[in-house]
């Protein structure tokens, strides 16, 4: 017998979407409502965003009876996931492949942030200028 | 300190923009309101940049240039030599090389390798570094890197919600993937009520040093 749907908070690179999900035996299973809630959709092309599709491997196990297996989407994916079954919350994060390329374009990574009177700045309103950036912390 | 960098240089078509990694605006902002910037100060309690740039430690400096491309990878630089004594790093250096890339002086760290780069591709300027140069003494994240991240940023949520318990297992677990990552293990402190100057920080860095390893890392001279 299947556990019921509860709330479930994935951070999608930090961004919070509550979805509907199944937790049994360790495992996350996710509605295909929750996954198309990430950007993405279970083709039969694979899994797919934007018109562009990963394969599934035969033994991805990524579909299952209950559902979308979490933790073989995060795989998929490449990404890493950082999982709390108790506080039914997970951390999807950045695939070190997809950083390392960026590194190694040598293109900067933009970013958008606050400063202290929550004004947002992007790196790339500078472009045309030589940047000198510093990450610091009061710790 | 900074500020004053960026006033000597802003006239070349520099900016300098910094990037607090902190718990929040409150832990940053007697900091930045002694430097009183003129500059884009940010805040960075998600850690961001860190993880664009795979920073494992502050202070962390990146030189881009005009094109957004990134010209003198990750290095450790401080404006004055205040901790001279404890990070053994002289400020002098860093800023004599950062204002002659500004100036457009010959750059000392370009070597006969980056007269391979086609003129054009260097802006038509001597290149602080050569591409390869860059790549190489650009350090890219593992897989338990960013792993370590994630319980990073799992952690910093549910610390949010009041869930420090749940939170902490997090922060440990990510300092256990990453031991090289101070954003993290001594970042995470002010948020688990560990003072970050205290006993659990000169332990932490005891046994880093201790196991022969470096606090600060910066780029070979």
Known sequence: ?139 | MWQALYEELKELGFVVITVALDRGPEDARPWIEAARPTHPSLIDVGHAVADLYNMVNVPTVVWIDERGRIVRPNDVAFGTDTFRHITGIEAARHLGALRAWVRGEAQPKASRADMEIPRAERGGEAPVMAAREVRALQPVPSQADQQARAEFGLGRWLAERGRGEAAERHFVRAGELAPHDFTIRRGTMPIRGIDPMGPAFRAMLEEWVGAGKSYYRPLPD
């Open chain 1, 1 to 139: 017998m299947s556990e019921p749907e509860r709330s479930f908070t994935l951070l999608d690179g930090g961004r919070p979407v509550e979805v509907p999900a199944r937790v049994e035996g360790g495992a996350v299973r996710l509605s295909p409502q929750a996954v198309e809630a990430l950007g993405w959709r279970l083709e039969p092309e694979g899994l797919c965003r934007e018109g562009l599709c990963v394969p599934v491997p035969a033994g991805a196990a990524l579909a299952t009876p209950d559902g979308i297996a979490l933790e073989a989407l995060a795989a998929l994916l490449d990404r890493p996931l950082a999982l709390d079954l108790e506080e039914g919350a997970a951390y999807l994060g950045a695939s070190a492949a997809d950083r390392a390329g960026a590194l190694a374009s040598l293109e900067a990574p933009d970013f958008t942030l606050p400063d202290l009177h929550g004004r947002l700045h992007s790196l790339a309103e500078h472009r045309g200028k030589k940047v000198f950036l510093v990450a610091y912390a009061s710790w």
